[in-house]
């Protein structure tokens, strides 16, 4: 199982990014998804979770409204859309498969003016 982010980068508050988690080793299509994040000095949180079929998502409370995960299953692919950025929203962000632990590397956004 290989995931790898990318994607992220310095924006400015108010700002876009959209992440990107490219998968590899498994059947892609038949598991969930999910975005996590971590803040320096706090725990790892999920921002974002996606089932197999993309049917069905769910956000934390502090994203809804701003954060939008998808797929593309014929590309092994996940995103995450990131809209009206906040300086709280600085962290690395990572994807899982749902099932299993299997985390990406990670890939750093700061949200600053």
């Known amino acids: 199982v290989k995931l790898v982010e990318s994607g992220g980068g310095l924006v400015q508050p108010g700002g876009s990014l959209r992440l990107s988690c490219a998968a590899s080793?498994?059947?892609?299509?038949?598991?969930?998804m999910s975005w996590y994040r971590q803040a320096p000095g706090k725990g790892r949180e999920l921002v974002a979770g996606?089932?197999?079929?993309?049917?069905?998502?769910n956000y934390a409370d502090s994203v809804k409204g701003r954060f939008t995960i998808s797929r593309d299953n014929a590309k092994n692919t996940v995103y995450l859309q990131m809209n009206s950025l906040k300086p709280e929203d600085t962290a690395v962000y990572y994807c899982?498969?749902?099932?299993?632990?299997?985390w990406g590397q990670g890939t750093q956004v700061t949200v600053s003016s």
């Open positions: 080793g498994f059947s892609f299509s038949r598991y969930g």
């Open positions: 996606i089932s197999s079929g993309g049917g069905t998502t």
């Open positions: 899982k498969r749902t099932q299993g632990d299997y």
